[in-house]
């Protein structure tokens, strides 16, 4: 029992000294004080409000060539592991072992392609060079929208058609300037759809 009767004197003799201490500082001219906090207040209120300023577009074109290259290599790395990989393996064929749950994850991992797929061509608007690029795969792009009920439905011509916008997209994120690198996405990503 020493022990906590000494760790409680240690902790009131340290309030003790704060409180002293923060008693001393505060001085007795409480008129000085107030004046003190209503100048302060009153310059607050006096000065314009602080507006955020905006980026250069050199800034802009940076960003955009970086989130499309996180948007485009999630989308890759999706495509690659749950759809690619799988119709390689031949899990989407009849008859096939695990090719239930295959065709769910390669659904799912289409679902998140796409949804990628059409941010990065969001954000490759913001750079020209980039949107130039991309501009010729934006029906490509589109057309993914049904190809995850066809993975569903085991349409195996459909995985290609996932690799081959991929490998388009990559294409032309390169001529831009913006290599894009297979990013495999967590689950939680592709439960959120990648918001």
Same mark, same amino acid.
């Not at 290259?69 to 290599?73: E, K, L, T, Y």
């Not at 690659?80 to 096939?96: L, R």
């Not at 239930?100 to 949804?115: P, Q």
């Given at each position: 029992m020493p022990v906590p009767i000494r760790r409680l004197c240690v902790a009131l003799a340290v309030c003790c000294a704060?409180?002293?201490g923060g008693t001393a500082c505060a001085g007795n001219d409480a008129g000085a004080r107030t004046s003190t906090r209503t100048a302060v207040t009153?310059?607050?209120l006096n000065q314009p409000a602080a507006e955020p300023s905006p980026s250069t577009s050199a800034e802009k074109q940076r960003f955009a060539k970086t989130r499309f290259?996180?948007?485009?290599?999630l989308a890759a790395g999706a495509t690659?592991?749950?759809?690619?990989?799988?119709?390689?393996?031949?899990?989407?064929? @009849?008859? /096939?072992k695990g090719r239930?749950? =295959?065709? #769910?994850?390669?659904? +799912?991992?289409?679902?998140?392609?796409?949804?990628r797929l059409k941010a990065a061509e969001r954000n490759a608007k913001g750079d020209p060079?980039?949107?130039?690029?991309?501009?010729?795969?934006?029906?490509?792009?589109?057309?993914?929208?049904?190809?995850?009920?066809?993975?569903?439905?085991?349409?195996?011509g459909a995985a290609s058609d996932f690799t081959d916008v991929i490998n388009?997209? @990559?294409? /032309?994120?390169?001529?831009a300037g =913006?290599? #894009?690198?297979?990013? +495999?996405?967590?689950?939680?990503q592709l439960r959120g759809g990648g918001q």
């Open positions: 704060l409180v002293a009153t310059a607050a290259v996180a948007n485009a290599g690659y592991q749950w759809i690619y990989k799988p119709w390689k393996a031949g899990k989407f064929k @009849k008859g /096939a239930r749950l =295959a065709l #769910v994850k390669a659904g +799912v991992a289409g679902l998140f392609t796409y949804n060079l980039l949107s130039k690029a991309l501009a010729p795969l934006s029906k490509s792009i589109e057309s993914l929208k049904d190809l995850p009920a066809k993975l569903r439905r085991g349409d195996s388009n997209v @990559k294409d /032309a994120g390169k001529s =913006a290599t #894009v690198q297979n990013k +495999v996405p967590s689950a939680g």
